[in-house]
């Protein structure tokens, strides 16, 4: 198994497992480069590194970690595996602190002040929705100034000038916290951009947690992630990125930044968000720029999968020790699919209600019989036809706390959730077992 450090060695890791789609054809950035980015992963291929970009000579790269089959070669891990190594390494105790280094392959080339124009780098503009080009792949690294403490998270950030961007960043964000935190709220702050890196520190940049996040990569690679301080700011930055932006964050400047298609699968609305003064743009030699398809499969996977599905496993098992859980990223991350043994009439219901009681998002919660794929929405929606009676089988939570950018919730995320037993009842009505056809080599046949 290639052993994973940096983007490039998980672009081979992808390539070696059949899960790399080299686009060779030019695409613009302008919708084309997302239209196809998308299509490539509604279609189970590989992941697109788009080789010929029109306007930039730099490859692009996405989808990395769209899938459960990509996330598990993310990880190091089986398929079967993510869940169970996601809340190994989401376990405080497991965290490893990352290591300083004197230098990094991003210094090659350093540029600052005037010579600064971030309209030149390939940034998409990824839906017809979209206010213009984001930033979407770019983890932001920030450090606390009154404790010290590094974070990792994803702001969106909207061109808005040769070195000027629009900072979204909700109020339950930890950088937000740590601005408002300081002796002197209203002074620029400092972060870096990082774009180009380790799935690892991508992953574990989508966890909310009161720890470093880089403590989660290291866990995920079972070594400390090397950091390196920032060129303009003071801020410890992987040194495996491709390529970093850094600056300063001006809370009290703000302008109005939007749309952008979001993980809900709506377009946002238009923020009024701080502006992020870009004080220098750093990266290696012959980069590889990286962006998430926003409102599409990694998004959600990143944000609402893989740091939320351990913490449904864990409410749920409480009921079904042998249960398993997928949130599915087509439906945004507000539904959960629970696999289990019946051994009660009753119990797929409980089992609905601790998965709600896990986590806000959850407004919708489906229980299945073992012989269901949870991966495959086709095989659930068998189940909901064959084996619910709607009249029976269903219950309904009205007005719970959700999340507040739910489409059907209120302006505080309060709307109705529902539980939904499909597993099947064999004390109603037996009747036989389901047809199965068992796959075969293809190959052999044509």
Same mark, same amino acid.
């Given at each position: 198994?290639?052993? &994973?450090?940096?983007?490039?060695?998980?672009?081979?890791?992808?390539?070696?497992?059949?899960?790399?789609?080299?686009?060779?054809?030019?695409?613009?950035?302008?919708?084309?480069?997302?239209?196809?980015?998308?299509?490539?992963?509604?279609?189970?291929?590989?992941?697109?590194?788009?080789?010929?970009?029109?306007?930039?000579?730099?490859?692009?790269?996405?989808?990395?970690?769209?899938?459960?089959?990509?996330?598990?070669?993310?990880?190091?891990?089986?398929?079967?595996?993510?869940?169970?190594?996601?809340?190994?390494?989401?376990?405080?105790?497991?965290?490893?602190?990352?290591?300083?280094?004197?230098?990094?392959?991003? *210094?090659?080339?350093?540029?600052?002040?005037?010579?600064?124009?971030?309209?030149?780098?390939?940034?998409?503009?990824?839906?017809?929705?979209?206010?213009?080009?984001?930033?979407?792949?770019?983890?932001?690294?920030? /450090?606390?100034?009154?404790?010290?403490?590094?974070?990792?998270?994803?702001?969106?950030?909207?061109?808005?000038?040769?070195?000027?961007?629009?900072?979204?960043?909700?109020?339950?964000? %930890?950088?937000? #916290? $740590?601005?408002?935190?300081?002796?002197?709220?209203?002074?620029?702050?400092?972060?870096?951009?990082?774009?180009?890196?380790?799935?690892?520190? #991508?992953?574990?940049?989508?966890?909310?947690?009161?720890?470093?996040?880089?403590?989660?990569? +290291?866990?995920?690679?079972?070594?400390?992630?090397?950091?390196?301080?920032?060129?303009?700011?003071?801020?410890?930055?992987?040194?495996?990125?491709?390529?970093?932006?850094?600056?300063?964050?001006?809370? $009290?400047?703000?302008?109005?930044?939007?749309?952008?298609?979001?993980?809900?699968?709506?377009?946002?609305?238009?923020?009024?968000?701080?502006?992020?003064?870009?004080?220098?743009?750093?990266?290696?030699?012959?980069?590889? $720029?990286?962006?998430?398809?926003?409102?599409?499969?990694?998004?959600?996977?990143?944000?609402?999968?893989?740091?939320?599905?351990?913490?449904?496993?864990? $409410?749920? /098992?409480?009921?079904? *020790?042998?249960?398993?859980? %997928?949130?599915?990223?087509?439906?945004?991350?507000?539904?959960?699919?629970?696999?289990?043994?019946?051994?009660?009439?009753?119990?797929? *219901?409980?089992?609905?209600?601790?998965?709600?009681?896990? %986590?806000?998002?959850?407004?919708?919660? &489906?229980?299945?019989?073992?012989?269901?794929?949870?991966?495959?929405?086709?095989?659930?929606?068998?189940?909901?036809?064959?084996?619910?009676?709607? @009249?029976?089988?269903?219950?309904?939570?009205?007005?719970?706390?959700? %999340?507040?950018?739910?489409?059907?919730?209120?302006?505080?995320?309060?709307?109705?959730?529902?539980?939904?037993?499909?597993?099947?009842?064999?004390?109603?009505?037996?009747? +036989?077992?389901?047809? @199965?056809?068992?796959?075969?080599?293809?190959?052999?046949?044509?």
């Amino acid at each position: 198994m290639t052993k &994973i450090n940096d983007l490039r060695s998980f672009i081979a890791a992808l390539e070696a497992a059949g899960q790399l789609a080299r686009v060779r054809r030019p695409v613009s950035l302008t919708h084309e480069l997302a239209d196809v980015a998308a299509t490539l992963v509604r279609s189970g291929a590989g992941a697109p590194l788009f080789e010929a970009v029109n306007g930039s000579e730099w490859p692009i790269f996405a989808g990395g970690v769209a899938n459960q089959k990509r996330a598990a070669i993310a990880l190091g891990c089986a398929e079967a595996e993510v869940t169970d190594v996601m809340g190994r390494v989401l376990e405080p105790a497991n965290g490893i602190a990352p290591v300083r280094v004197d230098d990094a392959p991003w *210094k090659a080339n350093v540029f600052t002040s005037d010579d600064i124009d971030v309209r030149d780098l390939p940034i998409p503009t990824h839906s017809r929705g979209d206010g213009g080009p984001f930033i979407t792949g770019g983890v932001i690294v920030s /450090r606390d100034p009154v404790s010290g403490r590094g974070n990792l998270s994803y702001n969106r950030m909207q061109v808005k000038g040769p070195r000027n961007f629009g900072f979204n960043v909700n109020e339950w964000r %930890h950088v937000r #916290m $740590f601005m408002e935190g300081r002796p002197d709220p209203t002074a620029p702050f400092p972060v870096a951009i990082a774009i180009g890196l380790d799935p690892a520190i #991508m992953i574990a940049a989508g966890v909310r947690t009161e720890e470093d996040e880089l403590t989660i990569a +290291g866990a995920i690679r079972g070594e400390p992630v090397p950091v390196c301080r920032g060129v303009t700011v003071d801020v410890d930055i992987p040194a495996t990125a491709e390529i970093v932006i850094e600056g300063y964050v001006h809370p $009290f400047e703000k302008k109005g930044e939007g749309p952008l298609a979001e993980f809900h699968g709506y377009h946002g609305e238009i923020w009024d968000s701080p502006s992020f003064e870009v004080t220098a743009v750093c990266w290696r030699n012959n980069p590889i $720029f990286q962006t998430i398809i926003p409102g599409w499969y990694e998004h959600v996977y990143i944000g609402n999968v893989l740091p939320r599905e351990p913490l449904l496993r864990r $409410f749920v /098992r409480h009921l079904n *020790k042998t249960a398993v859980v %997928h949130i599915p990223p087509y439906a945004n991350g507000f539904s959960a699919i629970v696999q289990i043994d019946r051994d009660n009439p009753g119990q797929p *219901k409980n089992i609905a209600m601790a998965a709600m009681t896990a %986590h806000i998002n959850i407004k919708q919660v &489906i229980v299945v019989d073992r012989d269901i794929n949870i991966y495959d929405p086709a095989d659930v929606l068998w189940a909901l036809t064959n084996r619910v009676d709607w @009249s029976r089988d269903v219950f309904v939570v009205p007005g719970a706390q959700g %999340h507040e950018m739910d489409p059907t919730a209120d302006q505080r995320g309060v709307h109705a959730k529902i539980g939904i037993d499909a597993t099947y009842k064999r004390e109603r009505r037996e009747y +036989g077992t389901r047809v @199965s056809y068992p796959m075969v080599d293809l190959s052999q046949y044509l």
